[in-house]
């Protein structure tokens, strides 16, 4: 609770304000319904997601962008960790990288991450055929986030 | 009947899954329609307050940047300054009591001045397609909707809806905004639009074949709508292209205003507005 405090915080007084080469925004949000515990049930996944998202729409200005993206994402969590889970783990497990293993888990990221910014960005440039500013926005943003990301959990990492 | 409500609890997530996209969609559509209610947006009370502890926490960091820009904007008031001393603008146009700060903008057409609201910016945003500026003056002070925003190097944007104590503005930096201008010393006018992209690049539509225009040129508003006196400062033409039906011009422009990096602005009150729109909608 409080790391998601943490990482809102974070997204909105720091990341809100940082524009590289003009072009679209590091977004750190999705790493609380990434790293929702393995066990966590559906449908408290998905008020997680929404509740996130609609904090942090609240504070940009992009309302339902944010909580719809998150929403997604949260739907598909828990079977995507039911299926990347390691095989022998009966007990909840938060996915980091020394449970998950470094590639795997990377993995895992990459692709709730890409669902996330595909929905985000194809919202935010609705009805908009930009297509060409809307993908390299995608593109920096979507680099920015997945580095920022695997920083905070090796913050998250040494903090233990 | 426990297998069917057994089954039921087993697909509950789908049920609310439908209905929290939903309910993101109706934000969405909703809320983000700028006219519409200040509630969801960053001029709630909540988040205007946050912004404004960061705002107040950062604003010493920037300093050195303020000074330099209050330089630059006391050389623009005393050019300013010195055509009204020179030209033809009669003094007695200057409403008695008015301060230096509220008559350094130039008169309308009806003859009375246009008096600024200092404000300062309190959120900001330059990435996305429709940005938007909160500012920390609201109704109390004045504001309404409608009402046109200046910094000292050019226009910033619309007030949109307003508060008691916070304004939310349409940036010239949203694809809804579309700004009344002119070619400085033509008559040749358009609208300023923003197509996304780089925040320092606008364009400006509907420019005739038959005008002279180069690259450098001046671009300012054309004070036709009561939003803006006539003649602040948009940008330079940075390229001249064709439009997309080959009949006119589409000019690139240079926007003076880096709204990106911008603190200090000012809410242009133009005193004779509600007399202007009431005759207009007559």
């Given at each position: 609770m409080a790391w998601a405090l943490l990482i809102l915080l974070f997204q909105v007084l720091v990341l809100d304000q940082v524009h590289p080469w003009g072009y679209g925004a590091p977004l750190l949000c999705p790493i609380i319904i990434i790293t929702l515990p393995f066990g966590t049930s559906r449908s408290v996944a998905l008020l997680w997601g929404f509740g996130t998202g609609f904090i942090a729409d609240i504070f940009a200005g992009t309302s339902g962008i944010s909580s719809a993206a998150l929403t997604l994402i949260a739907f598909i969590q828990p079977p995507l960790l039911e299926l990347m889970a390691?095989?022998?783990?009966?007990e909840a497990f938060r996915p980091s990288f020394a449970v998950m293993g470094r590639w795997k888990y990377l993995w895992f990221i990459s692709q709730l991450l890409l669902i996330h910014h595909l929905v985000y960005f194809a919202l935010e440039g609705?009805?908009?055929?930009?297509i060409k500013d809307i993908a390299i926005s995608m593109g920096i943003s979507y680099v920015a986030s997945l580095l920022l990301i695997l920083l905070a959990e090796h913050v998250r990492k040494d903090e233990k | 009947m426990h297998d069917f409500i057994e089954r039921i609890t087993a697909y509950i997530h789908w049920a609310l899954f439908l209905l929290l996209e939903t309910l993101s969609g109706f934000l969405l559509f909703q809320y983000n329609h700028y006219q519409g209610s200040v509630w969801f947006t960053q001029a709630n009370a909540v988040a205007a307050m946050v912004h404004e502890w960061e705002e107040v926490a950062l604003a010493y960091l920037r300093l050195p940047e303020e000074n330099a820009a209050l330089v630059r904007r006391n050389i623009v008031l005393q050019q300013q300054n010195d055509l009204l001393r020179h030209g033809n603008l009669p003094t007695s146009l200057l409403r008695k009591g008015d301060t230096i700060a509220s008559f350094t903008l130039p008169v309308n057409e009806t003859g009375e001045a246009y008096s600024q609201i200092e404000a300062r910016i309190i959120d900001n945003s330059v990435r996305k397609r429709d940005n938007m500026l909160v500012i920390n003056v609201g109704s109390d002070d004045g504001v309404a909707p409608e009402m046109g925003v200046v910094s000292g190097t050019g226009v910033v944007g619309i007030v949109s809806a307003v508060t008691s104590h916070y304004a939310l503005v349409m940036s010239?930096?949203?694809?809804?905004s579309s700004i009344s201008c002119r070619l400085r010393g033509t008559e040749y006018f358009g609208y300023l639009k923003w197509k996304g992209g780089s925040p320092l690049r606008a364009c400006m539509d509907d420019v005739p074949r038959h005008a002279h225009i180069k690259k450098g040129d001046i671009v300012e508003t054309s004070?036709?709508?009561?939003?803006f006196p006539a003649g602040i400062f948009l940008g330079r033409v940075a390229e001249i292209k064709n439009s997309s039906d080959g009949l006119a011009y589409e000019l690139e422009i240079l926007l003076s205003t880096d709204l990106a990096n911008l603190r200090h602005v000012s809410v242009i009150n133009n005193h004779s507005k509600a007399e202007l729109d009431s005759l207009l909608s007559q």
């Open positions: 390691p095989r022998d783990t009966e609705f009805s908009y055929f930009y | 010239v930096l949203n694809s809804h004070g036709f709508s009561a939003v």
